[in-house]
Nanobody, 114 residues
Framework: QVQLVESGGGLVQPGGSLTLSCAAS????????MGWYRQAPGKEREFVSY????????NHADSVKGRFAISRDNGKNTMYLQINNLKPEDTAVYYC???????WGQGTLVTVAS
């Protein structure tokens, strides 16, 4: 059974940066499309970014384009989300998802506040 574990969240000042990680167990990571989602307080979970299995194709929600970068290291079974120029509206629990198998991580909280 595949498990996903996010890490890297925390309290950051506006304008700051963070790198989130999503570590996967098992051997199927490298063959799966992966994605990041987030859920802000009182709001529904929303799509943030995805990356193809080989890493050659990425896409981001319009709200984060130019500030977020998704990447992966298939040798380490890990996906990353580099977040720059953080804004208070980026405050949310960030989840990673293995698209093909519909597996979710437990989430990591990012709080942007001065």
């Amino acid at each position: 059974q595949v498990q996903l574990v996010e890490s890297g969240g925390g309290l950051v000042q506006p304008g700051g940066s963070l790198t989130l990680s999503c570590a996967a167990s098992g051997t199927v990571f490298r063959t799966n499309i992966m994605g990041w989602y987030r859920q802000a307080p009182g709001k529904e979970r929303e799509f943030v970014s995805y990356i193809s299995a080989g890493g050659g194709t990425t896409n981001h929600a319009d709200s984060v384009k130019g500030r977020f970068a998704i990447s992966r290291d298939n040798g380490k079974n890990t996906m990353y989300l580099q977040i720059n120029n953080l804004k208070p509206e980026d405050t949310a629990v960030y989840y990673c998802k293995m698209w093909n198998l519909e597996v979710w991580g437990q989430g990591t909280l990012v709080t942007v506040a001065s």
